[in-house]
């Protein structure tokens, strides 16, 4: 299965790009990126150089992801996400004289996104965190931290509502912050099970 690249895409030398993929109009990937197999990258999004990105990953339109983020296979990533990597940005040294370079430094951080999770459209994602296998991060979503496997997060910053199945359906609701104690929890659409315990979700039924 070949590579399809839309003529108006710029792919930068010493980026790999695996058999079955689509990048669609005005997408800038740079230099020494690495997609996995069956992705989809939607028109005018930017990846930086050296991102590390799975197999079967779904990219929408207009998202950025900058230097230092891993994107796992299986995730999708809606439609205007910004991924951040500096946790002290200047565009100038200290006299205001010079532009400070972009390679990274010191202050680069890594962002991980595990694989199986979503991102909603509009969501800002900061760095030096994971998000978990199977979360989902809600629309418009402000991401300060990590957040575990299985877990439904939003808001401004995000923060924990509830619990999602493999299959992206909500299994359980929070009742404000509360993770305590043990529970079991049945997806109502496909019926996968899991166990969780003070907010750590394991699979009691995983998918053949």
């Known amino acids: 299965m070949s590579v399809q690249v839309h ?14 993929t689509s990048i669609w109009d005005n997408v800038h990937v740079r230099h020494s990126t690495r997609i996995g197999e069956d ?20 990219i929408n339109a207009f998202v950025y992801i900058c230097t230092g983020v891993t994107i796992e296979n299986g995730v999708m990533i809606s439609a205007a996400t910004v991924f951040t990597n500096d946790r002290f940005p200047r565009a100038t040294t ?3 004289a010079q532009l400070r370079s972009s390679e990274p430094d010191e202050t680069t951080r890594p962002t991980l996104v595990r694989e199986g999770a979503t991102i909603g ?21 402000l991401v300060t931290k990590s957040i575990p496997d299985f877990h439904l997060v939003i808001g401004h910053p995000a923060v924990t509502v509830g619990y999602v ?3 992206g359906h909500p299994m359980l609701r929070l009742r404000g912050d509360r993770h ?10 496909c019926a996968l099970k899991y166990g969780i315990e003070n907010g750590v979700v394991t699979e009691l039924s995983p998918p053949v």
């Open 121 to 141: 459209a509009g969501c800002v994602i900061g760095n030096d965190l994971v998000i978990g296998r199977f979360a989902m991060v809600g629309m418009g979503a």
């Open 94 to 96: 200290v006299d205001l």
């Open 39 to 58: 992705c989809i990258v939607g028109e005018k999004t930017y990846i930086a150089y050296d991102v590390r990105i799975g197999s079967r990953v779904k």
């Open 165 to 167: 199945c493999r299959c």
């Open 180 to 189: 305590e104690g043990y529970q079991e929890a049945t997806c109502p659409e």
């Open 7 to 20: 003529p108006t895409a710029i792919i930068e030398d010493g980026v790999e790009i695996g058999a079955g």
